[in-house]
Antibody
Framework: EVQLLESGGGLAQPGGSLRLSCAAS????????MTWVRQAPGKGLEWVST????????YYADSVKGRFTISRDNSKNTLYLQMSSLRAEDTAIYYC???????????WGQGTLVTVSS | DIQMTQSPSSLSASVGDRVTITCRAS??????LNWYQQQKPGKAPKLLI????SLQSGVPSRFSGSESGTDYTLTISSLQPEDFATYYC?????????FGQGTKLEIK
């Protein structure tokens, strides 16, 4: 059974940093592209970032480019999102998703809440 | 960026009804269109349809998808109680991958 478990969310101050993790199990992690999607309170879904199987290629939404860094450790079956220069508008639930074919998200974690506030 | 426009934004229906949700892309996306169901905000979305019309494994056959030009449709043939949720379309033609704003399906 595919499982994705996010962690690392919490309260951060504007301008601060947080690192999210997503521990994967139940599939061969290194075979799949992985993605982060977020959902602000009461809002819809927003794609944040995608990373290739090896980690050699990364893609970002303009809203986070230059501030967020996606990475992965295939030896640990873990996906990361390093978030810096956080803004109030980054407040959201962050989901990691298994990407079955470059933009088709067939399994999702339960999400981790990031709140940016002073 | 490709804009995805869903309609309606909300819909009231009854158990047993047939409902249709539409998503229009701002440009051609060549059936790179997926549909997700989210039972409630804060719960993980679930993939229903990918490639405009392919049913994800384990999804009931009452869900179907179709395409006509830049318009994409999700149809639920006979609503069940567990189908009352919010539905999102999403294009994966190119990055940035973009979602529609969502359609909230409520019980009449």
């Amino acid at each position: 059974e595919v499982q994705l478990l996010e962690s690392g969310g919490g309260l951060a101050q504007p301008g601060g940093s947080l690192r999210l993790s997503c521990a994967a199990s139940g599939f061969t992690f290194s075979d799949y592209v992985m993605t982060w999607v977020r959902q602000a309170p009461g809002k819809g879904l927003e794609w944040v970032s995608t990373i290739s199987h090896s980690g050699g290629s990364t893609y970002y939404a303009d809203s986070v480019k230059g501030r967020f860094t996606i990475s992965r450790d295939n030896s640990k079956n873990t996906l990361y999102l390093q978030m810096s220069s956080l803004r109030a508008e980054d407040t959201a639930i962050y989901y990691c998703a298994k990407d079955t074919s470059w933009g088709i998200f067939d399994h999702w974690g339960q999400g981790t809440l990031v709140t940016v506030s002073s | 960026d490709i804009q995805m426009t869903q309609s309606p934004s909300s819909l009231s229906a009854s158990v047993g009804d047939r409902v249709t949700i539409t998503c229009r892309a701002s440009q051609s996306i060549s059936t790179y269109l997926n549909w997700y169901q989210q039972q409630k905000p804060g719960k993980a979305p679930k993939l229903l349809i990918y490639g405009a019309s392919s049913l994800q494994s384990g999804v009931p056959s009452r869900f179907s998808g179709s395409e006509s030009g830049t318009d994409y449709t999700l149809t639920i043939s006979s609503l069940q109680p567990e189908d009352f949720a919010t539905y999102y379309c999403q294009q994966n033609y190119n990055t940035p991958y973009t979602f529609g704003q969502g359609t909230k399906l409520e019980i009449k």
